[in-house]
């Protein structure tokens, strides 16, 4: 699999702004109250077995403080846990939620104030993915949402932190040492054979997932954490994770 750092740009297989109408099942439309969709993959770009399999890298709303999930435990399922997320691609290249709406706490399901504090901090991150839209579209990359310019140059930032090659370990790997992720997965993490290297075995069904990309959110939408996706490519399941410094 090919690996890359800090793309700053794009092509035919790595589009940014995806259509929320695009790329979420028509059955599950509530995925676009929760959801502000980054960048479209296609697998060819590191993986050509996988090409025309497209994923999705995706900044969620949630959370205001803590991990997603922290407050609706009693909405997880065996696909889901505080700070992890799965999605299925379809077929036709669509993302499936495989936990329960209510695992979001932005529904009516937890009676969700529309007019809180939580609700202003993602609508401003709601319009600085806008500000990011037209400043790509302007300068054809993703620049800072603030000041997209400095001392007369672009003031670059990276689509994708990493595509392909490993996991980073990090803040996010606390919950699988501590046996907190998904109950549908398997995850270790074991020293490996040089100083500092870490080995990961994150896999469902015996089939490995994969590291597709690392994303910075706050790049894209001035607010977020550090965007770890994973695919395991037999059942095509995608596995989101965050991380917070």
């Known amino acids: 699999m090919q690996s890359r750092e800090e793309i ?29 969709p980054l960048m479209s993959i296609d697998l060819a770009e590191i993986n050509p077995d996988w090409a025309g399999q497209k994923v999705y890298m995706l900044a969620p709303f949630e959370p205001y403080e803590g991990y997603i999930g922290d407050n609706t435990t009693e909405y997880h399922n ?38 809180s504090e939580e609700e202003e901090a993602i609508q401003e991150m709601a319009d600085n993915y806008e500000k990011s839209k037209a400043n790509v579209a302007k300068y054809g990359t993703l620049v800072n949402v603030r000041y997209p310019e400095y001392k007369g140059e672009l003031n670059k930032r990276s689509f994708l932190e990493i595509l392909g090659g490993e996991p980073q370990y ?12 998904p109950k549908a997965f398997k995850m270790n993490i074991e020293d490996g054979e ?11 069904k015996g089939n490995p ?13 001035g ?8 695919y395991e490519p037999v059942s095509r399941i995608v596995l989101f994770t965050f991380d917070y410094s």
């Open 8 to 36: 700053q740009e794009l092509n035919d297989h790595l589009q940014a702004f995806p259509k929320a109408e695009d790329i979420f099942v028509k059955e599950q439309p509530w995925l676009k109250n929760h959801f502000l």
């Open 78 to 115: 065996e696909y889901t846990a505080p700070n992890w997320l799965a999605f299925r691609l379809t077929d036709d290249n669509k993302f499936e939620f495989l936990g329960k709406e209510g695992y979001f706490e932005r529904t009516a399901i937890h009676d969700w104030d529309f007019d």
């Open 170 to 181: 990090g803040n996010w790997c606390s919950t699988i040492e501590d046996e907190e992720y």
């Open 194 to 204: 040089e100083d500092d290297e870490v080995v990961f075995d994150i896999s469902y």
């Open 209 to 221: 997932f994969y590291l597709i990309s690392e994303a910075t959110a706050f790049h894209w939408v």
């Open 223 to 230: 607010a977020g954490g550090y965007i770890i996706m994973l």
